[in-house]
Structures are given as structure tokens and as C-alpha cells.
């Protein structure tokens, strides 16, 4: 009877949850046994309960991602595992609070993703009171106290020298000093013997000038011979301030236009606002402490109006970016996404530049010092205004997805066309 009730069909053909014998498993007293090691071929009930247990496991991840902002993904590859993650529609208010709350329990940073995000725009209204009180105090100290001009732009006296020997700077300045020639300004020519002497307004006898100048910059054992002697006259100064003067209105407005084409109307507009912000701060300083302001300071502004220029275009680039590909985040979350990607690369740049200026600025000499120092206030106003003058400007006047997204224009759009002919569906 033991064979017939192991070979009946239907003990045989009914499914068991340990998926052995049916011995045990008739028995409803006996509980069953689990088998502890997988079949040969792959099924049974340890696959099964594999399965619910990478279910479970699964549904506890995005349950927790979705509580603290952290199962988010942005890119092909994760939309492509978990579509339902990315979507277009905007955040709700509950989702807002949850990831406010995950925001302030990790110090303030929200994240998308798996990029954590630094609210840069937290505190851009405080930055944008610090910057206009800064433009404000610039153009009153320009009014006030004027720019205390060099030789380049009211005139005096350049003189080509050589000496036969190599000499100092400071050795030269201290002998025309001593001569009566105040206020003088000494620039190596390439080599340390060839110099450039320029001095304020002098008579305009030039022999007797001349002469008086090889026997003042005569030094011990090291005699010196002049070559040229120029007299500029205060018009040819005033006209290279007004000729600097447009050369800054010009760069702003090409930088404008540049802009405008490259990325879009209200990224030029910040971008034109922070350079002039950098310029005014720059040249107040000058005019506020009264340091000397001639064509090398200049020179110095113009390069600054570049390297800010390039800076806002790193950032500009990494927003529209961010724009296109990011959804489901407000414009001001877009903004901070783009400057936190892009704050590692502003701060390598700017560490290294200032290396250079600060080496020019006590290495280079009197020729190179004022033109360092005005770079290095230039740089640090640039980089502050890269980041709140040119980004929060946009935001202020609507920046948005649709501002970077190509729509066709309704003359371009196909239309449909539906062709129903009765004799199509006749049958022959």
C-alpha cells in the first residue's frame, strides 16, 4: 500500500512549498521543511523567496530615497533602471517640506541626486545690498577724490637710459631724488641696464634738461647715457584718459553683444553688470586711497574684464546645462546645482592666478607692483560677482527652462494629413 501511495498521480502532480517528497507533506501535523540549498535548475522556493526578499528590499530603498531626497537620480542611466523617478512635473508642496527638512538635518545642503547642493542664493539679497553699497561708495570716491592720475595722462617727461653696468631701480629713484627730480617712476627696458625714466612736467628746454638728467642718474663707477628725451604735453594726456575711458565703454558693450548671442539676453545683462561692478570697484579703491592710477593699471582692468568675462561663461554654460537636463527643481535650486558643479574648477583657477599676481606683486618690481595690485583686487571682485551679481541678475528678471529650450515655430510644424479613400478597403 506504501508503493501505491507514492506512485498515486495526484500526490505526485500537487505542488508542495518544500518541493520534495510527499511523505511528510500529507501530513498537516508535520511542519514542513524548507529545502536549505537550491534546486539544480534554478527553481524552487529559495528562488522564490530570493525574489520577495530583493522585492522588499527594493521598495525600502526608494521609500527611504524618496523621504530624504536621496533616490533621485539624474541621467540616462538611472531614468533608465528607474524611470519613475524622473519626471516633469514640478515638486509638491509635500515633497518641498521633506526635502527642507533633510536640507536642515544635513546643515543646510539639499541634494539632487547624488550632487549635494550649496544654497548659494540663500543669501543673495544681503550680497546684493554688500554690492550696490560698493558701487555707491566707488562712484562717490571717484567724485570726490578723483583719480590720482600718472604721468601717462597729465604729461611730464620719458627718458630712454643706459647705463654700463646693471643697476637698481631703487638706486636710480633715490639719485633723481637727490637731484630734485621728485615723484619719479623707473621701468626696466628688458635688460637690467636699459631703463625707462619718466618724471612729472619739467621745463621744456630739452638740451639743458637733458643734461641735467645724465648728471643726476650718474651713479658711482656706473656711468649713464640717454638716448631719448620726450616731453608730453597734458592734451596728449587728456586725450589717452578719454580714449581709455572708451576703451572700457567698448569692451562692456562687445561683451554685451557676446554674450546675448552666445547665451541669451539676460545672462548678458548680468554678465555686463558684474564686469562693470568689478571695473568700479576696482578703480575706487584706487581713487579712494589715493593710489597712483596711469596706463599699467589700466592695462590691469582691461585683463580683468576677460578673466571675470570667462569665469560668468564657465557658470553661464553650466546653467543652461542644468536647464535642459535637470527637471523637477525651481530656477534658484538650477542656479545652485550649476554654481556648486562649477565651484571646484573656480577655485583651482582663481588659487592659481593669484599665485602669479602675488609673485609679481613682490617680485616684479616697481613696473609690475601697481598693475599687480589693481589684478588683485580686480580678481577677488570677480569672483564674488561671478557668483551672486551675474547668476542672481537672471533669476530676478525670470529665468527660466523655456529660456533655453528651442520650440518650433508654428509656420514649421507638419501637419497632419488624413487620407481615408473608400476603394482602399474593397475587397476584390
Not at 506504501?2 to 505542488?15: G, L
Not at 528590499?57 to 533608465?80: C, E, F, H, Y
Not at 642718474?217 to 597734458?234: C, Q, R, Y
Not at 568700479?280 to 582691461?302: C, E, K, N, S, W
Request: aromatic content about 6%; some cysteine.
Amino acid at each position: 500500500m506504501a508503493i501505491n501511495d507514492n506512485n498515486n498521480p495526484e500526490n505526485n502532480n500537487t505542488p508542495t512549498s518544500g518541493g520534495s517528497g510527499s511523505g511528510s507533506s500529507n501530513d498537516p501535523n508535520k511542519r514542513r521543511r524548507n529545502r536549505n540549498k537550491p534546486r539544480r535548475d534554478g527553481k524552487g522556493s529559495n528562488t522564490q523567496k530570493s525574489s520577495r526578499i530583493n522585492d522588499s528590499a527594493t521598495t525600502d530603498k526608494l521609500d527611504k530615497g524618496n523621504s530624504k531626497k536621496q533616490s533621485r537620480r539624474v541621467g540616462s542611466a538611472l531614468a533608465a533602471q528607474t524611470p519613475d523617478l524622473v519626471k516633469d512635473e514640478p515638486i509638491s508642496a509635500h515633497d518641498s517640506a521633506a526635502e527642507d527638512a533633510a536640507a536642515q538635518a544635513e546643515g543646510g545642503i539639499k541634494a539632487v541626486g547624488n550632487q549635494r547642493i550649496i544654497p548659494f542664493m540663500k543669501i543673495e539679497k544681503p550680497m546684493a545690498l554688500l554690492s550696490l553699497f560698493m558701487v555707491i561708495a566707488s562712484i562717490i570716491a571717484i567724485a570726490v577724490n578723483g583719480l590720482n592720475l600718472g604721468l601717462d595722462f597729465t604729461g611730464g617727461v620719458s627718458a630712454d637710459v643706459r647705463y654700463e653696468q646693471p643697476v637698481e631701480q631703487i638706486d636710480v629713484v633715490q639719485a633723481l631724488a637727490s637731484n630734485g627730480f621728485d615723484d619719479a617712476v623707473v621701468q626696466y627696458l628688458g635688460t637690467r641696464e636699459e631703463l625707462l625714466v619718466r618724471l612729472p612736467p619739467q621745463s621744456d628746454n630739452i638740451d639743458g634738461l637733458s643734461t641735467s638728467l645724465t648728471q643726476a642718474l650718474a651713479l658711482p663707477s656706473n656711468t649713464a647715457e640717454i638716448s631719448n628725451v620726450n616731453i608730453i604735453g597734458s592734451q596728449v594726456g587728456n586725450e589717452v584718459y578719454l580714449n581709455s575711458v572708451m576703451a572700457l565703454a567698448l569692451a562692456l558693450l562687445c561683451m554685451l553683444g557676446y554674450v546675448a548671442l552666445r547665451f541669451q539676453f539676460k545672462l548678458s545683462l548680468g554678465a555686463v553688470l558684474s564686469l562693470f561692478h568689478d571695473a568700479v570697484v576696482t578703480i575706487g579703491v584706487f581713487a579712494l586711497f589715493g593710489l597712483p592710477f596711469d596706463l599699467t593699471v589700466l592695462a590691469a582692468i582691461l585683463a580683468l574684464i576677460g578673466y571675470s568675462l570667462n569665469d560668468t561663461i564657465v557658470v553661464y554654460d553650466r546653467i543652461r546645462e542644468n536647464f535642459r537636463r535637470v527637471r523637477g527643481i525651481t530656477p534658484s535650486q538650477t542656479v545652485d546645482l550649476s554654481l556648486t558643479e562649477t565651484l571646484r574648477r573656480t577655485i583651482m583657477t582663481i588659487s592659481t592666478v593669484l599665485l602669479v599676481v602675488l609673485a609679481m606683486m613682490f617680485l616684479g618690481g616697481d613696473g609690475l607692483y601697481w598693475f599687480s595690485v589693481a589684478l588683485f583686487i580686480g580678481l577677488l571682485a570677480g569672483t564674488y560677482s561671478s557668483t551672486y551679481i551675474a547668476s542672481s541678475i537672471p533669476l530676478r528678471m525670470g529665468l527660466s527652462r523655456d529660456d533655453f529650450v528651442v520650440k518650433v515655430k508654428p509656420e514649421f510644424e507638419e501637419e497632419i494629413v488624413t487620407f481615408n479613400d473608400p476603394k482602399m478597403f474593397e475587397q476584390d
